[in-house]
């Protein structure tokens, strides 16, 4: 039987490798528009005004169904987490969760947020609600939540959860890079 043994380095910055890592839980809208550009922002990893100000446009004057009116709250509030907007990132969270309730990105993003406030379980909680509700890209979540645990030294949980994220998206190299940061040893039963 296997276990996690310690990681070689402290951990520093957990959360800001979340936040700068991409393993946000963008939702995709198409279709055309501000809300489309939006969506295309918060997927390659925009965090800059002009970005932010599309999503603003799409919400303010484009006609979308809610569920699409709630992705692009998510996606706005993911350009805000990245910029370092934590209340206005978590208003267009709260925001999107009022249209949609059932939509999973909005806790684990929220989650993400909680890690940048180094309010680690409550990320994992949240993240684990987005996982039950069902998300678009469940990889994200188990690396974000990977994170979390990272962040209350649980390196079994973290472990295993990028492993979840690298069997899901086996091309996608930011799991591999944080298991590479793992010793995995036997353990000694004693028998």
């Known amino acids: 039987m296997g276990y996690v043994r310690g990681l070689t380095a402290a951990l520093i910055g957990t959360a800001a490798l979340a936040v700068a890592g991409g393993a946000h839980a963008s939702v995709a809208i198409v279709g055309g ?3 489309e550009a939006c969506s295309k922002a918060a997927f390659k990893g925009k965090s800059d005004w002009r970005a932010e100000d599309t999503c603003t446009q799409a919400l303010d ?3 979308m169904s809610r569920r699409d009116k709630a992705g692009t709250y998510v996606n706005r ?3 805000r987490l990245r910029a370092g907007s934590y209340g206005a990132a978590a208003s267009d969270f709260d925001a999107a969760q009022r249209l ?3 939509l999973g990105e909005v ?3 929220r989650g993400v947020l909680y ?3 180094a309010r680690y379980a409550d990320a994992v909680s949240e993240i684990n609600i987005g996982l039950e509700m069902g998300v678009e890209n469940p990889a994200k979540a188990y690396y974000s939540r990977g994170m979390a645990y990272e962040g209350l030294n649980d ?3 973290a472990y295993d959860d990028y492993r979840k994220a690298q069997a899901l998206a086996p091309d ?3 799991p591999q890079r944080m298991l590479a940061r793992f010793s995995v040893r036997s353990r000694d039963v004693g028998y």
Request: proline content about 4%.
């Open 33 to 35: 528009g501000s809300a």
């Open 61 to 63: 004057s484009e006609s």
């Open 77 to 79: 509030g993911i350009l």
């Open 100 to 102: 949609e309730p059932e």
């Open 107 to 109: 806790h684990v993003n």
């Open 115 to 117: 890690m940048a406030q």
């Open 155 to 157: 390196a079994n949980s």
């Open 172 to 174: 996608w190299d930011a």
